[in-house]
């Protein structure tokens, strides 16, 4: 039996995920008023915006069926970032530190899907409160909008599965209770239970509290936004130290880390796909390290930058401890390609995941087999169990959209009037929500230059890399609008 697109539904769980933000922006609202700061009038009428633009959404949906179907769901996951984002950069804009809507747009974008690319050509220069709501929009985004509202959404009447299903990354997800919003909460305690954990590390190592604050929410939620504008190069080697263990947890499947803090950590260790990230972040940041010391850096520096800079890019994160682009080529190149891969599924991080690719190698080697042994069975398999073909053909699905949309964004890009190689690191960068990249736009993730065209779309591209590119795509299909 067909139904009608259920609208009501739609409109009723906006206004409660954006009443949810409008709470978020009394926080940088209070920074304001406590720094006696110019701005602070901007983030009242901010606030007020978003408040009473959820409650006419709720009210819009106030005769909804409680039930979020599953194109519903879809819808409300793709559309969510958006208008997050679109309430999100009033503060930017009328505050006036970002008087153009482009820019402020960007920003916010990139706060929001953890990109972590900025226009900002001066970061210490702006004001606490925008600095927080820049680490306050990646830590929201970090873990996921849907997976916070999940866990409050059932207050509400309104169910959570579909939304769950519809934005947790990677190929397949866990739930750690039967109820779903039990899974979300437990998600969030632990989210929240490492960014207060880092923050005080930080504090402790010597860095002020509120960079320590702005600092651990960025690197949690693998954001990469920073207060100052070398990001953490000019902090000392133990909160470098600190930085680089906080991301490598962020990176990790969070239903493993649950496992873990609550006395298994073995069934952390046996996941394949962890197994598969550590091993890269290890083995990317001993190559780094070597060609650094060959370079003319010191041992520990080398270990520590090397180690820094490959988990910071495999993750996504986008932080950096040294100018990689003054690199020998070799070196800087490594990086580039590190930005193909990202941390693993139901994770904070972007990026392609660690399933996936690790589903693909042995696929290829699979089929290699084949071709040796053409009358042998010879299954793919991931953590003990054999695979599906469904699942085999959806990842090489997901490859191929999304070098597809590599390929367009840089002939995009090109068309910009910037060079192929630069072009080829921003699109790059931006689906895998990275935020640093090569050229002019290398480790300093400052993209004020980038024209205006292409900052519309590299705002586009980040949305289909944090949304894993089918949400996207879907809502371009004619089967979904259908009855």
């Not at 984002?85 to 930017?92: D, I, R, V």
């Not at 009447?157 to 939304?163: A, E, K, P, R």
């Not at 952390?268 to 003319?296: N, P, Q, S, V």
Request: glycine share 10%; proline share 3%.
């Amino acid at each position: 039996m067909t139904r009608l697109f259920n609208w009501r539904i739609v409109f009723k769980t906006m206004g409660v995920l954006t009443t949810l933000e409008a709470l978020f922006m009394l926080v940088p609202t209070f920074t304001a008023w406590w720094y006696d700061e110019p701005d602070f009038g901007a983030w009242i009428v901010s606030s007020a915006v978003t408040w009473l633009s959820s409650w006419w959404m709720v009210a819009a949906g106030r005769k909804a069926e409680k039930r979020v179907g599953e194109r519903e769901g879809y819808v409300i996951v793709a559309t969510v970032w958006v208008v997050y984002s679109l309430f999100g950069m009033l503060p930017f804009w009328l505050s006036g530190v970002l008087p153009a809507l482009t820019d402020a747009w960007y920003e916010t974008m990139a706060g929001f899907t953890t990109t972590g690319s900025t226009v900002f050509t001066d970061v210490a220069a702006q004001p606490h409160s925008i600095l927080l709501w820049r680490s306050l929009m990646q830590w929201i985004g970090g873990m996921g909008i849907i997976v916070l509202s999940v866990a409050i959404l059932p207050m509400f009447g309104l169910g959570g599965m579909q939304l769950y299903s519809a934005e947790v990354t990677g190929v397949s997800y866990e739930k750690l209770s039967p109820r779903i919003a039990d899974t979300a909460k437990h998600m969030w305690i632990t989210y929240i239970g490492l960014t207060v954990g880092e923050g005080v590390l930080l504090w402790l190592c010597g860095m002020g509290k509120f960079d320590a604050v702005c600092h651990a929410l960025s690197t949690i939620s693998t954001g990469g936004f920073a207060t100052h504008n070398d990001s953490v190069m000019s902090f000392g080697p133990a909160i470098q130290w600190i930085i680089l263990v906080f991301m490598l947890l962020s990176g990790i499947n969070f239903t493993q880390l649950i496992y873990a803090f609550r006395g298994k950590p073995q069934r952390m260790f046996k996941d394949e796909e962890t197994r598969w990230y550590t091993f890269a972040c290890l083995i990317a940041g001993i190559i780094l390290a070597i060609g650094l010391l060959i370079h003319t850096h010191g041992m520990w520096s080398s270990i520590r930058i090397g180690l820094f800079t490959s988990i910071a890019t495999i993750t996504s994160t986008g932080f950096v401890a040294a100018d990689y682009m003054i690199w020998p080529p070799v070196l800087w190149v490594i990086v580039f390609f590190l930005m193909f891969t990202g941390g693993a599924s139901g994770s904070t991080a972007g990026g392609m995941k660690w399933v996936r690719l690790a589903i693909f190698a042995k696929a290829a080697n699979a089929e290699i087999q084949r071709r040796i042994h053409p009358n042998a069975v010879i299954p793919v398999r991931f953590n003990g169990h054999t695979l599906r073909e469904q699942t085999t053909s959806n990842i090489m699905a997901f490859m191929f959209f999304y070098l597809a949309i590599i390929v367009l964004a840089t002939l995009w890009f090109c068309g910009c009037g910037i060079g192929f190689d630069e072009s080829l690191g921003i699109a790059v960068s931006m689906i895998g929500n990275v935020g640093v990249s090569i050229g002019q736009w290398g480790s300093s993730g400052c993209y004020a230059a980038l024209p205006v065209a292409a900052k519309w779309v590299a705002t586009f591209v980040m949305l289909i890399g944090r949304l894993e590119i089918f949400t996207v795509l879907l809502l371009f299909s004619r089967a979904l609008w259908k009855k």
